[in-house]
């Protein structure tokens, strides 16, 4: 199906460990993002890439890591999972003439 | 960092109420966006305002691109339950260049409207 979509829907994960959460779309879309959502906080923007193999930190990158080596997938990484990285996180595509679309988000619960 | 002010936070109105809220940031905004986002769900674009003073509608929804592409207004008229979610404004700031990628949200505005 067309669209944007996000695995898993539901993480939880210990302290410590690596987690990597999925992107994927299927526009064609040059830019993509990801954000997390807390309480208090709104959306705030992890990293972005305005094409495969160019990334850019947003405003809270810290324990992130991100990869496009391909334009459909952005995979964010978190390499030592904390409890402050416990959140909601969305990813987001964008066309050159279009505005961003949403996907369904992940809930990431670190213990 | 860059930051988008919303306000206001929250809003308990009755069901055929008008509604508004607002956007301001110290920096000069090149595009202004309006999303909404329901329980469990990624946010939708509501309305894009690209021009400065420009002034859009979107059903019963009208946002408006302020003159000194600091800020933003969103209403919303004779509100009915379906409006109720969380409303966030958002946008691409000249300070990075306009980056299209560079895409910052405010913290919304939750609206509840009770029937």
């Known amino acids: 199906d067309a669209g944007i979509t996000q695995s898993p829907r539901y993480k939880i994960t210990e302290t410590g460990r690596q987690v990597t959460l999925m992107c994927h779309q299927t526009?064609?879309?040059?830019?993509m993002f990801w954000y997390r959502q807390d309480l208090g906080h709104g959306l705030r923007l992890i990293y972005y890439?305005?094409?495969?193999?160019?990334?850019d930190k947003g405003e809270v990158p810290d324990g992130y890591v991100v990869s496009r080596s391909k334009t459909e997938n952005f995979p964010l990484t978190l390499e030592s999972a904390t409890r402050s990285q416990t959140s909601v996180y969305f990813c987001a595509s964008k066309g050159q003439n279009t505005e961003a679309f949403f996907g369904q988000g992940t809930r990431l619960t670190v213990v | 960092g860059q930051q988008l002010n919303q306000s206001p936070q929250s809003m308990f109105i009755q069901e055929g109420e008008d509604v508004s809220m607002n956007c301001t940031s110290s920096?000069?905004?090149?595009?202004w966006l309006w999303y909404k986002q329901e329980p469990g769900e990624g946010p939708v674009l509501l309305i894009a305002l690209y021009k400065a003073g420009e002034l859009t509608s979107n059903g019963r929804l009208t946002a408006q691109f302020g003159i000194t592409r600091k800020d933003s207004f969103l209403n919303i008229s004779a509100s009915i339950p379906s409006d109720v979610g969380i409303y966030f404004c958002?946008?691409?700031?000249?300070?990075?260049?306009?980056?299209?990628?560079?895409?910052?949200f405010g913290k919304g505005t939750k609206l509840s409207v009770k029937p």
């Open positions: 890439s305005a094409a495969a193999d160019i990334t």
């Open positions: 958002a946008g691409h700031s000249l300070n990075y260049g306009g980056s299209q990628g560079n895409l910052i």
């Open positions: 526009w064609s879309h040059s830019y």
């Open positions: 920096s000069i905004f090149n595009t």
